[in-house]
């Protein structure tokens, strides 16, 4: 059974960067995509980047695209998120999400993915 583990979060002031990542403490994402998505207090989850197993694929959401990054390296069996100019709506609890396959069309789509992490949260003031 695959189990993720985010790292990363904290405090940041408006405009900062920080990175997150991803990585299992049992099992490997190698042969997995990933998927970032994030959980503000009182909204709903929503998807944020995703990668390919590969990283051949990558995809973001238009508020985010311009400034947050996902790679991985399969090497080290760890996916990241690096993010940069944050602003305060980037706060909240940021989470990963593994599956085996994921068609690109739905990558943000939280039902393809059947393995998540218990999330990191990041913080963002001005």
């Known amino acids: 059974q695959l189990q993720l583990v985010e790292a990363g979060g904290g405090l940041v002031q408006i405009g900062g960067s920080l990175r997150l990542s991803c990585a299992a403490s049992?099992?490997?994402?190698?042969?997995?995509?990933i998927g970032w998505f994030r959980q503000a207090p009182g909204k709903e989850r929503e998807a944020v980047s995703y990668?390919?197993?590969?990283?051949?694929?990558?995809n973001a959401a238009d508020s985010v695209k311009d400034r947050f990054t996902i790679s991985r390296d399969n090497a080290k069996g760890t996916v990241y998120l690096q993010m940069d100019s944050l602003k305060p709506e980037d706060a909240g609890a940021f989470y990963c999400?593994?599956?085996?396959?994921?068609?690109?069309?739905?990558?943000?789509?939280?039902?393809?993915?059947?393995?998540w992490g218990q999330g990191t949260q990041v913080t963002v003031s001005s």
């Open positions: 990668i390919s197993s590969l990283g051949r694929n990558t």
């Open positions: 999400a593994a599956a085996r396959h994921v068609s690109y069309s739905l990558w943000a789509s939280s039902s393809e993915y059947g393995y």
């Open positions: 049992r099992g490997t994402l190698n042969n997995y995509a």
